[in-house]
């Protein structure tokens, strides 16, 4: 592995404010593990400075905040073993819990693009800020993986099935269906980001609060709002086999469309996915979620199913993933249930009680 270019993600301090840019804009921001290294010292040092009073996460350009993590460092890596792997994601994962329990406000703006690890880096923030252009979404079981960067705690508080329409078909949400489903908490036009970021860094800008409630606006409805009576009548089933068979009786391009794209992913991500919301669902924190998605992703990457959804869809971009198994049949409940058990105690995830 090459290392890191030092510019890929800018830290510095700005009036009260540290400020994280993600600065690879050609690579729509996405998160390599330097860059992991880099904000997670910035925001521990933070914590013990008395001079930084809050954090601003943004990108360079306005296309992404973050569209996810390096998939293709990942797939490289596949070669050497998991050990890359392993490292990326415990040290990604012990991040999102950082940011999750920060002890000052950590405001992230969402723009453009925020998906995957982008979620990780915003989502648990303690103020969300979404603009017109926004699009969310957690696409990883299209790739062979399951939602993780605490991407299952945050599904598994949506709204009735929301979470778990979301996380099974990777649907993208504009700001309104963001706001809607929990993944943000306000919608700042982009035309007054500058002036926001400009008062959130000033040393007498004032209360966070009030700064943020002053430059924004009420979204649109939302559309995801709208199919709610939809979702939660397909999305209630048990199983995929019932929720498809559900779809399946349902009149409408709606039902039609969603079951074609869940026919595209990965059968045992779909199971796997579905299994780890539900679970979410009755944890305690944030920490409980990213230790189940631990298990699930190292398990999907070593058994080949990631690999093989990046070589598809990154790599050689030929879209024909040989998924294993390739039928929802083919993934019994034994197998579910080894790969949501506890790796060997020395290989689980952990986290630090306190890192101020």
């Not at 059968?267 to 944890?283: E, Q, Y």
Request: proline share 6%; net charge negative.
């Amino acid at each position: 592995m090459e290392p890191p270019a030092t510019d890929e993600v800018l830290i510095r301090r700005e009036g009260r404010a540290g400020r994280i840019t993600m600065n690879r804009p050609k690579a729509l921001n996405a998160l390599t593990y330097g860059m992991v290294g880099r904000i997670w010292e910035a925001l521990v040092a933070w914590q013990r400075d008395p001079a930084v009073e809050l954090v601003l996460l943004d990108s360079a350009g306005d296309r992404a905040l973050c569209a996810g993590g390096d998939l293709r460092s990942l797939y490289d890596s596949r070669t050497h073993g998991p050990g890359f792997a392993r490292t990326f994601w415990r040290d990604e994962y012990r991040l999102n819990a950082l940011i999750g329990r920060y002890l000052k406000p950590y405001v992230a703006l969402q723009q453009g693009i925020v998906m995957g690890g982008g979620i990780g880096l915003s989502g648990h923030a303690a103020y969300r800020i979404v603009t017109e252009r926004s699009q969310l979404a957690m696409p990883e079981a299209g790739l062979g993986l399951i939602p993780d960067v605490g991407g299952t705690w945050l599904l598994a508080h949506a709204p009735g099935q929301i979470g778990i329409y979301l996380g099974l078909t990777g649907e993208t949400m504009n700001a309104a269906d963001a706001h809607y489903a929990g993944f943000t908490d306000t919608l700042v036009p982009s035309a007054r980001l500058a002036a926001l970021a400009a008062r959130l860094c000033d040393p007498e800008g004032g209360d966070v609060r009030t700064v943020i409630a002053g430059h924004a606006q009420a979204p649109e409805p939302s559309r995801l709002a709208a199919s709610g009576p939809d979702i939660d009548k397909a999305f209630a089933g048990d199983t995929i086999e019932v929720i498809l068979a559900t779809l399946a009786k349902m009149p409408g391009e709606w039902a039609a469309k969603t079951r074609a794209a869940l026919a595209q992913k990965s059968p045992k991500s779909l199971k796997l996915t579905l299994a780890a919301i539900r679970k979410a669902r009755t944890l305690q924190s944030l920490e409980d979620a990213l230790t189940i998605e631990y298990r699930l992703t190292v398990r999907l990457f070593e058994d080949g199913e990631f690999p093989e959804g990046v070589r598809a869809l990154i790599v050689d971009k030929d879209r024909a993933p040989k998924w294993s198994p390739p039928q929802l049949d083919g993934v019994s409940d034994d197998l579910v249930a080894h790969y949501l058990a506890p790796l060997p105690q020395e290989e689980d995830l952990t986290f630090e009680v306190d890192n101020r």
